[in-house]
């Protein structure tokens, strides 16, 4: 990778994070904006990506963001009613699309708000049970450690393919680096910082639970990643868009999180059903 490149690539990452960083700092409404935002992104990127165009299914489309959008805010009974009544409606379109292939158009609009609504949603409903917005900035300093991590360590070390048949560059050196990276991260926010992401249990101030958080964000983030990585190979594209400059699109960079926040809200939950 050139200098140029890598400037570009560092830049747009920056900027992205910085994003991210803001909104959960906002507070519950800001992190539900910006899940919005990505789902409305995503789900253009995924059609795209799943059908080849988006010329002939503007309809379909805009019923599938707003069904997203809708599961994006599902901490609320109200969305939820609505996301039925949009369900409803995408069905009856279907029957004046004049599809070729109508299961498989159902399909992707199935497909497109499961994969992508739920998982956002999830992603909100972490920052609205726990004691602290901040919480939801542990799980994506994770999500981005065990990138850095995985990448340093497979770059040096990699020797042993981790999913060739998907993705060939992942090893399972850096998959074990990433871990190691976040169990690190993890014993140094339990003992230095606990309070600042507080999750609202009581095991939120033991090193059991960060140790926990790490596991879980690292093996379903890996997982969502690979998921992603399925897709795209079965569509024969490199990236899901182009939006980010040297990232590709949104759902390049949100493919970890997508598995891993309703892996981390089960988590959440599990661990307070325990006390």
């Given at each position: 990778?050139d200098l140029?490149k890598?400037?570009?690539?560092t830049l747009?990452?920056?900027?992205y994070?910085?994003?991210i960083?803001?909104?959960?700092?906002?507070?519950?409404?800001a992190?539900?904006?910006?899940?919005s935002?990505?789902a409305?992104l995503?789900v253009i990127e995924?059609t795209k990506?799943?059908?080849g165009?988006?010329?002939?299914?503007?309809i379909?489309?805009?019923?599938?963001?707003a069904g997203?959008?809708?599961?994006?805010c599902?901490?609320?009974?109200?969305?939820i009613a609505?996301?039925i009544?949009?369900?409803i409606?995408?069905?009856?379109v279907?029957?004046?699309m004049?599809?070729?292939n109508?299961?498989r158009?159902?399909?992707?609009?199935a497909?497109s708000q499961l994969?992508?609504?739920i998982p956002l949603?999830c992603?909100?409903?972490?920052a609205?049970?726990s004691a602290?917005?901040?919480a939801l900035l542990?799980?994506?300093?994770?999500?981005w450690?065990n990138?850095?991590g995985?990448?340093l360590?497979g770059?040096?070390?990699?020797?042993?393919?981790?999913?060739?048949?998907?993705?060939?560059k992942?090893?399972?050196?850096?998959?074990i680096g990433?871990?190691l990276?976040?169990?690190?991260?993890a014993?140094?926010?339990?003992i230095?910082c606990?309070?600042?992401?507080?999750?609202?249990?009581?095991t939120?101030?033991?090193i059991?639970f960060?140790?926990?958080l790490a596991t879980?964000v690292?093996?379903?983030g890996?997982?969502g990643?690979?998921?992603?990585?399925?897709m795209?190979?079965?569509?024969?594209?490199?990236d899901s868009?182009?939006?980010?400059p040297?990232?590709g699109?949104?759902l390049d960079?949100?493919?970890?999180?997508?598995?891993a926040?309703?892996?981390?809200l089960v988590?959440?939950l599990f661990?307070?059903?325990?006390?």
């Amino acid at each position: 990778m050139d200098l140029k490149k890598l400037l570009t690539r560092t830049l747009s990452g920056v900027i992205y994070c910085a994003i991210i960083i803001l909104c959960i700092f906002g507070g519950t409404s800001a992190v539900t904006i910006m899940a919005s935002l990505f789902a409305v992104l995503a789900v253009i990127e995924f059609t795209k990506m799943t059908t080849g165009r988006l010329q002939g299914r503007i309809i379909p489309l805009l019923l599938d963001i707003a069904g997203t959008v809708c599961l994006c805010c599902s901490t609320s009974i109200y969305p939820i009613a609505f996301w039925i009544i949009v369900m409803i409606c995408r069905f009856v379109v279907e029957l004046y699309m004049k599809d070729e292939n109508p299961l498989r158009s159902l399909g992707v609009s199935a497909l497109s708000q499961l994969y992508i609504g739920i998982p956002l949603g999830c992603m909100v409903a972490i920052a609205d049970l726990s004691a602290r917005t901040e919480a939801l900035l542990a799980v994506f300093l994770f999500l981005w450690i065990n990138d850095t991590g995985a990448f340093l360590t497979g770059s040096l070390f990699g020797r042993h393919k981790l999913f060739e048949r998907i993705s060939p560059k992942k090893s399972w050196e850096g998959f074990i680096g990433g871990y190691l990276f976040n169990l690190i991260a993890a014993a140094l926010f339990a003992i230095y910082c606990p309070r600042f992401f507080e999750f609202g249990l009581y095991t939120s101030n033991s090193i059991g639970f960060w140790l926990g958080l790490a596991t879980v964000v690292t093996v379903f983030g890996t997982w969502g990643d690979l998921v992603e990585s399925l897709m795209k190979r079965t569509m024969h594209i490199k990236d899901s868009g182009h939006l980010i400059p040297g990232h590709g699109g949104i759902l390049d960079r949100i493919d970890s999180l997508l598995l891993a926040a309703p892996a981390v809200l089960v988590y959440m939950l599990f661990t307070e059903m325990l006390l």
